[in-house]
């Protein structure tokens, strides 16, 4: 079965930095496009980041680039999310999600096949 783990979220003051992981297992990653989600209390899901395993293209939304950066361990499974100067309104929580595909994956986030479930993120003022 295909299993993703989001950690490492947490509480953070504005200008800090929080680094997410996304632990996958059941699937190899080569082929696979992964990509950060995040939801926030009466808002839809929101595509954050993603990168393309077959090539290793990152994208980002405008919102985030030049603060996030997307990478990836395939040997060990893992995505990664450096997240530096974090504002109050990247508070949320943040999903890793997985599609076998390659290339952008951001603007239909109810495409997505596979889920991990989420992690906390909170920024303070």
């Known amino acids: 079965d295909v299993l993703l783990q989001a950690s490492g979220g947490g509480l953070v003051q504005a200008g800090g930095s929080l680094r997410l992981s996304c632990a996958a297992s059941?699937?190899?990653?080569?082929?696979?496009?992964i990509g950060w989600f995040r939801q926030s209390p009466g808002k839809e899901r929101e595509g954050v980041a993603c990168?393309?395993?077959?090539?290793?293209?990152?994208f980002y939304v405008e919102s985030v680039k030049g603060r996030f950066t997307i990478s990836s361990d395939k040997a060990k499974k893992m995505v990664y999310l450096q997240m530096n100067d974090l504002k109050p309104e990247d508070t949320a929580v943040y999903y890793c999600?997985?599609?076998?595909?390659?290339?952008?994956?951001?603007?239909?986030?109810?495409?997505?096949?596979?889920w991990g479930k989420g992690t906390q993120v909170t920024v303070s003022s």
């Open positions: 999600g997985a599609e076998d595909a390659a290339g952008y994956i951001l603007h239909e986030p109810d495409d997505i096949e596979y």
């Open positions: 990168i393309s395993n077959s090539d290793g293209t990152a």
């Open positions: 059941g699937f190899t990653l080569g082929s696979f496009t």
